[in-house]
């Protein structure tokens, strides 16, 4: 079975750092997705992570553990439009994505 | 522009009327999926299609039904609705290979009364 788990909602001040976690327990492993989903909207692509590390890209950053089976989101300079849910995905094989149930973050000034 | 597209994007219907939500993209992905989309339970998936006339179920593909028959189009049906399909639905499309990411359609909310 596949299961990923997220925090289900954080808080944050403008201006900050964040970090979001995902751990995962799947049956295969080819990848972990970052999606960014604003209310209403259809979720879009921050990043793929397939080794272990750190892949930075602007002010978003993602890691990834694969022995510990753990990732985490780090966003930077935080700002209000970040507010949002950010989604974990695993991609246990090549034609299935399985989706966390996503963090939703919420930016104050 | 590469997109999926879907429509419709709103549809309020009745227990029990076939409905048909259509959904293509024009990146000739080989990889489709539908998704719905639950407060509390997140995306999940009901069908996906690794090319044309190839298809499987998902996690949640009770009392639905998809085909592929061009590489494009990937249509989601209803035969029968219920008022627990009632929900967000999001169709998505990916090359073929790990790292491609999946575009998404902008979702059709359902209501089923």
């Known amino acids: 079975g596949q299961n990923i788990d997220q925090p289900t909602e954080m808080t944050a001040t403008e201006g900050a750092i964040v970090q979001i976690n995902c751990t995962y327990q799947t049956s295969g492993f080819n990848g972990l997705f970052w999606y960014q989903q604003h209310a209403g909207e259809a979720p879009t692509f921050l990043s793929y992570n397939v080794l272990d590390g750190l892949e930075e890209k602007g002010r978003f950053s993602s890691f990834l553990s694969r022995s510990k089976g753990y990732s985490y989101l780090l966003l930077k300079e935080l700002q209000m439009k970040d507010s949002a849910s950010y989604l974990c995905?695993?991609?246990?094989?090549?034609?299935?994505?399985?989706f966390g149930t996503g963090t939703k973050l919420q930016v104050i000034p | 522009e590469a997109q999926v597209t879907q429509n419709p994007r709103y549809l309020i219907t009745v227990t029990g009327k076939k409905l048909t939500v259509t959904c293509s993209q024009n990146?000739?992905?080989?990889?489709m999926s539908w998704y719905r989309q639950d407060p509390g339970l997140g995306l999940r998936q009901i069908y996906y299609?690794?090319?044309?006339?190839?298809?499987d179920k998902g996690d949640v593909p009770e009392g639905y039904k998809v085909s592929r028959k061009e590489k494009r189009n990937f249509p989601l049906i209803l035969e029968s609705p219920s008022p627990n399909q009632t929900s967000l639905y999001f169709c998505?499309?990916?090359?073929?290979?790990?790292?491609?990411?999946?575009?998404f359609g902008p979702g059709t909310r359902l209501t089923v009364t």
């Open positions: 299609s690794m090319n044309v006339e190839v298809t």
């Open positions: 995905a695993v991609l246990p094989f090549y034609q299935k994505v399985t």
């Open positions: 998505a499309s990916r090359g073929k290979g790990p790292a491609y990411e999946q575009y």
């Open positions: 990146m000739n992905h080989e990889y």
